[in-house]
Each structure stands twice: as structure tokens, then as C-alpha cells.
């Protein structure tokens, strides 16, 4: 038997377990997951817009200045800050975000979008700095949430990079709330999550 056939074999033991309330939870959060997986683009796609052309772009580590930061339930152990990052010995641009203890790190941005875009766009890379000692069971959650909407949630128990281009709500001209979110999920050590050169994009087409 695969060890990939084990670590299924003990999700099942665990789902068989859950009452009837979390299984319709899980459900819903299997429903999200493939949705998300529909939204989000290949590393291929990063430089590559189409025959759109960019307009407009935020930096949100030249504008980390303006962002408000905040932990949903308690503080302690948060860390976030702007500095250089090394995944997997390739160094990038980023926003240091250690989550709590407990609960969520949030860091809040108030983009004001211009009306002479037709689509836009987030680029970033979610990572996990050179030297901590994550596992599986060890994992920190990177989410992205827009106008009070999660729109992307990745896992991570690895020090590399992962890069995404994703798509934004059509909010041209208008005042958009984008937060970056990481969650511990219980365990927050050797958590030193980071994304790198995040910036939102405004195309014409």
C-alpha cells in the first residue's frame, strides 16, 4: 500500500468519525476548494496576460505603510513586517507574515481602483521562509479575502515558492478591500509565512 493510499485511508477513518453538522461543513468547504481550484491560474500564466494590457498596478509592499494590521483573536506570536525572503534559497521582494497563536493575521489594504481598467488582477507568491521545519501535520493557510469574500485559500508545509495570478471582482473605480490572511490552524511554530512581490493589477483589453 502507497503512502498516498495511507494518508487517504486515515482521512476516511477521520471523516467516518464527524457528526452530521460537520459533514455538511465539509461539504461546503470540499464545494470551495473545487471552485477555488476553477479560479486559480498555472505558474505558466504569471508574465502572461493575454492580450490584455496592464494599466495600473498597486504594489502592496511599497504601499505596506498605509495597511492596517490585526489578529482575529489574539496577538500574540503575530509578526508582520517587510523584508527580503529566501524559499528554497531563491530571494524575493515580501511581507513577512507570522499568524498568531490563535486565529488569523490580517493585514488590510483600501485600494482605490481607476475606472479605465476592464479586468483586474492579483500577482503574488505564497511562501515559507528557508529554515523552518513544517510538516504535514504542521501546516500554515495563506487567504485572500476581497470586499469581506474569500476568494483564494492555499496550504503550505513546504520552504518553497508557489506562484498564482488570480482574478479580482470587476470593483473598477471603486474602492476595494483586500486583505492577506494566514492562519496557523492550531500549530504556529516554524509558521514564517511570506508573500512575495504581491501587487494587484488593473488590464484593459
Known amino acids: 500500500m502507497t503512502h498516498h493510499q495511507d494518508e487517504l485511508d486515515a482521512l476516511y477513518r477521520r471523516i467516518a468519525d464527524l457528526s452530521d453538522e460537520s459533514l455538511i461543513l465539509l461539504s461546503q468547504y470540499i464545494s470551495f476548494l473545487k471552485w477555488q481550484e476553477e479560479q486559480w491560474h498555472s505558474p505558466a500564466e504569471w508574465e502572461d496576460v ?14 505596506f505603510a498605509q495597511a492596517r494590521q490585526a489578529a482575529t483573536i489574539d496577538g500574540r506570536g503575530m509578526e508582520i513586517k517587510v523584508a527580503p525572503a529566501s524559499c528554497e534559497g531563491v530571494i524575493r521582494p515580501a511581507i513577512w507574515q507570522h499568524p498568531p497563536v490563535k ?5 488590510e489594504y483600501q485600494i482605490q481602483t481607476p475606472m479605465d481598467v476592464d479586468v483586474l488582477k492579483m500577482k503574488f507568491a505564497a511562501g515559507v521562509r528557508d529554515g523552518a521545519l513544517l510538516s504535514q501535520d504542521n501546516q500554515v493557510a495563506f487567504r485572500v479575502r476581497v470586499n469581506g469574500r474569500i476568494i483564494w485559500s492555499h496550504l503550505k508545509a ?32 516554524w ?4 508573500w512575495g512581490e504581491p501587487q494587484v493589477i488593473g488590464l484593459s483589453r
Open 158 to 189: 513546504e520552504t518553497t515558492w508557489d506562484d498564482f495570478l488570480i482574478d479580482l471582482p470587476s470593483l473598477a473605480g471603486q474602492t476595494m478591500i483586500v486583505q492577506l490572511i494566514t492562519d496557523a490552524l492550531g500549530n504556529s511554530r
Open 191 to 194: 509558521n514564517w509565512a511570506v
Open 50 to 63: 493575454g492580450d490584455n494590457r496592464v494599466e495600473w498596478v498597486y504594489d502592496l509592499i511599497e504601499n
Open 103 to 107: 486565529g488569523e493575521s490580517v493585514l
